[in-house]
């Protein structure tokens, strides 16, 4: 699976943003899918992610209640609707397909990453 992650960009605080994330290949709907981010000089983190059929998410507790994660097995595409976006938000924001039937937030039970898109929160 190769993952394309797009729709980063740089906005204010209180803005929105939708990153997606597009695979190819026909197994995307075999993979639960996860969103992570980066800070510069930081550990990539864990954000949201959603099992195969889209049925269940999960978010870290920073981005609960502001970010929204979905999927559309259709089109092979993930996005993360990122609401009420503050500065510490910044980050490069990567996907990732995982194997596991279960939710998780292990950057270890991820197998393919995309190369990720930065988004940029001024204050």
Known sequence: VQ???????????????????????R????????????ESGKEREFV??????????????????RFTISRDNAKNTV??????LKPEDT???YCATSGRYYLTKLL??????????QVTVSS
């Open 48 to 65: 949201a992610a959603i099992v195969r059929n889209g049925g269940m998410t999960m978010y870290t507790d920073s981005a609960r209640g």
């Open 3 to 25: 993952l394309q992650a797009s729709g980063g960009g740089l906005v204010q605080t209180g803005d929105s943003l939708r990153p997606s994330c597009s695979a190819s290949g």
């Open 91 to 93: 980050a490069m924001y």
């Open 108 to 117: 270890s039970d991820y197998t393919y990453w995309g190369q990720g898109t």
């Open 27 to 38: 197994t995307f709907s075999s993979y639960g899918v996860g969103w992570f981010r980066q």
């Open 79 to 84: 996005s993360l609707q990122m609401s009420n």
